[in-house]
């Protein structure tokens, strides 16, 4: 497992952007696939984008595809989530999660179940109207 710290997270106006990190400390962080989730109050946990260890695969909710890139840094055991155009809908805490998989389609299909090892604490993102 590794552990994972979350950051970028905060106000923004709609229509704005806002790029949150995910900085992982542990073994072997390059090969892992990483995905972000968010959870708006009184919802359920969402997924919103997954990547994979190599960053050759990458899956995108619909409510973010279109606007969102989400990446990975291994030189600097870092992943990213960017979001363009954000919207008062996108207000949320955004998490970040890790894990080891054999391949991208097992991966999503963990993910589509918030079923990954390592997660991270969260950071709180408001979009204002």
């Given amino acids: 497992q590794v552990n994972l710290v979350e950051s970028g997270g905060g106000l923004v ?37 997954v990547c994979s260890w190599n960053g050759g695969d990458t899956y995108y909710a619909d409510s973010v595809k279109g606007r969102s890139t989400v990446y990975k840094e291994n030189s600097k055991n870092t992943g990213y989530l960017e979001i363009d155009n954000l919207q008062p809908a996108d207000t949320a805490v955004y998490y970040c999660a890790a894990d080891q998989f054999p391949t991208f389609s097992i991966a999503t299909t963990a993910a589509q179940k918030a079923d990954f090892g390592s997660w991270g604490q969260g950071t709180q993102v408001t979009v204002s109207s």
Avoid: H, N
């Avoid at 696939?33 to 959870?39: D, E, P």
């Fill in 13 to 49: 106006q709609t229509g704005g952007s806002l790029r949150l990190s995910c900085a992982a400390s542990g073994r072997d962080f390059i090969t892992y696939t990483m995905a972000w989730f968010r959870q708006a109050p009184g919802k359920a946990r969402e997924l919103v984008a």
